[in-house]
């Protein structure tokens, strides 16, 4: 046997060359490699397993609820609101279909650049879009109404442009459609979009951003009733947000109808009265307190305030100097002038600092402390007893029953008639008027009261201030006896299927407890004021008026001689009637601010409501109503 050398042995490995394979210094190369790569492998495989864990256990059911979304979508169905109707069931406020820009969050992935798009193409702000959808998104809602009411043309461009604009959907709404867009908009109000103030107050919890409520009269007041309740649909959407089908729904519920105690004739009446005047004219019932009509000058058209109008028109209402939105009949708060000695005789009766046969010297002027306190006719009306002195409105008369009476009586007897307070009008916005007093004085200007004051008070000066409302009331109250009623403008509240929710009766609010000999005496003397004396011009030939003439100072008496071209220096007109005089079925009070005398301005205004009014038998049986015009 051949002795075993190593050298001899060979591998079969070793037959052939190494060629591509590692050589020995390769390998622990690799292997140092390998050692330091193996453990990242295993902290990153250790990451993934953490990552799917927190995935699966943690965030499960919110990514549950985020896959079910992209499949499923909830659509609010806002609610079809309450229509608004006058007394006699003629629909003043409906709804009508329109059409909104809509935004789904979650299929917008660029903002920016859908904002500029949908700017360039609808002729909208870029910049105001994309914030729209930035706060919608912080606000946590999942869908935005971009732009409402679309046109033709602008629904045209976007269906036509869909494929450029994830996210947009064209969505079906509705639109508050206003019958007679020029009549009674300090009444029926507007609506305008929730204000960021708004939601964060609590006071609208279901509402969100987006959402239109009332913003001034009924429709703000009666929000609540109008609206209804707002319901949801589900859908289920493809990768790109389209519709494929619907899954379930919840009917939303429209909001109850609200008919108004107003007629729209004489509505209309009143506003055509007070064209190219600032003023108002308030109607109503004095059997019930029920308001015929509420009219106040300048108005404005409630188109101004629909989604997508131009604010041209907005802003032309909003710069008027003569402020067509404020509400005079309720809102304005004037001296209410002569009008007052109505308060002022009953109180003097039933007081018993004047009888019927009380005589009292005008002689033009009376002078008080260091103070003359003139008459309305400088030559003085000789001796007047408590008919004359209303008959032909004499100041000094009622300078001497308001000095007999006191401050203190004078303020009873305006409680009872309803005056310094507001009349609890579901309106919105009413002013109380104001009676003033030795304490209120005092807080107001630190100062005492003087008999001055009193005297300025008694002939509906000085701190003396009423609303067209007011005065009406007062008037009413006399009118009927001595019931002094809450004023009403609704009459019920029904479901549009007509079943009626809440029926309003007649709220008494107070009694004048007078002698009514006494009543009987005033309403003797306001029969004369039409008939002989400073309101003739409200005179009717067919029905016996009854009326008081009012003309309440801006400026001092030297003041507005000095400038009586300027207007805002001129007296404010006042003229309140009631007719049948013997059984009263409407009270009408007129005020045109600067408009001068009562009686030359305000009484043929009336007149021409009054005629307007009892000329309906005859509109019934013509079928030609009186527009006042």
């Known amino acids: 046997m051949k002795p075993f050398h190593r050298q001899s042995l060979k591998y079969p490995y070793q037959e052939e060359p190494l060629g591509d394979l590692m050589t020995p210094e390769e390998f622990d190369h690799s292997r140092r490699v390998l050692a330091r790569v193996v453990p990242v492998l295993l902290v990153l495989f250790g990451l993934l397993c953490l990552r799917l864990w927190f995935l699966q256990l943690i965030q499960g059911e919110y990514l549950q609820q985020r896959s079910e979304y992209n499949r499923i979508r909830s659509l609010d169905l806002p609610p079809w609101r309450g229509t608004i109707l006058d007394r006699d069931g003629n629909v003043l406020v409906d709804n009508k279909y329109s059409f909104n820009l809509m935004a789904t969050l979650e299929d917008i992935q660029e903002p920016e650049t859908l904002g500029r798009r949908l700017g360039s193409l609808l002729k909208l702000d870029g910049d105001t879009l994309t914030a729209q959808i930035d706060k919608a998104r912080k606000a946590g809602l999942a869908q935005v109404r971009l732009k409402a009411q679309l046109s033709w043309e602008e629904m045209a461009l976007v269906e036509t442009y869909k494929a450029e604009l994830p996210g947009v959907a064209i969505a079906i709404g509705s639109k508050r459609d206003y019958r007679q867009p020029d009549l009674a ?23 969100k951003m987006g959402d239109y409520l009332g913003r001034a009269g009924l429709e703000a007041s009666w929000e609540d009733v109008l609206r209804g309740q707002q319901g949801s649909r589900r859908i289920e959407v493809d990768a790109y947000g389209r519709e494929l089908g619907s899954l379930d729904e919840k009917l939303s519920i429209p909001g109850a109808n609200v008919q108004l105690t107003l007629d729209t004739r004489l509505q209309q009446v009143a506003e055509n009265i007070l064209q190219d005047k600032v003023g108002a004219i308030v109607a109503l019932d004095p059997r019930n307190g029920k308001i015929l009509a509420l009219a106040s000058s300048p108005t404005f058209s409630q188109e101004a305030f629909q989604p997508g109008v131009k604010s041209e028109e907005y802003q032309k209402i909003i710069e008027d100097k003569n402020h067509p939105l404020i509400d005079r009949a309720i809102r304005g708060q004037y001296p209410p002038g002569s009008t007052f000695k109505i308060v002022m005789a009953v109180a003097g009766l039933e007081e018993g600092v004047i009888t019927p ?46 000095r007999r009476l006191g401050v203190e009586r004078i303020d009873k007897w305006c409680k009872r008639f309803g005056l310094g307070t507001s009349s609890n009008l579901r309106l919105g916005g009413e ?93 003797k003397g306001l029969v004369a004021v039409v008939r002989n004396g400073t309101g003739q011009r409200a005179y009717l030939d067919n029905v016996e008026v009854a009326g008081k003439t009012g003309t309440s100072q801006v400026v001092s008496l030297e003041r507005e001689k000095a400038d009586k071209q300027v207007r805002k220096y001129r007296n404010h007109a006042w003229f309140v009637a009631y007719a049948p005089a013997d059984d009263p079925e409407v009270v009408v009070s007129v005020i045109i601010e600067h408009g001068g005398q009562g009686g030359e301005v305000a009484a043929p205004l009336a007149r021409r409501f009054l005629a307007s009014y009892f000329s309906k038998s005859r509109v019934a049986r013509e079928g030609k109503p009186d527009t006042g015009e």
Not at 357 to 385: K, P, Y
């Open 185 to 207: 908009g300090h009444v029926l109000g507007y609506l305008g979009e929730i204000t960021d103030a708004q939601l964060k107050s609590g006071r609208f919890p279901t509402y």
């Open 431 to 523: 002013m109380p008027g104001l009676v003033g007093s030795p304490a209120w004085k005092k807080t107001r200007f630190k100062a005492s009261w003087q008999e001055g004051d009193t005297l300025s008070l008694a002939i509906g000066q000085g701190y003396n201030l009423a609303t067209p409302l007011q005065v009406a009331r007062m008037a009413a109250t006399l009118a009927n006896g001595g019931t002094l009623y809450e004023p009403q403008l609704v009459e019920k509240v029904e479901t549009p299927a007509g079943e009626v929710l809440q029926q309003f009766h007649p709220i008494v609010q107070g009694h004048l407890d007078a002698d009514p000999a006494n009543l009987a005496l005033v309403r």
């Open 357 to 402: 046969d009380t005589f009292v010297h005008c002689g033009g002027s009376i002078h008080v402390g260091n103070h003359d306190f003139h008459c309305w006719r400088r030559r003085g009306h000789g001796d007047v007893n408590l008919y004359q002195a209303l008959m032909h409105s004499c100041d000094i008369y009622f300078y001497e029953v308001g």
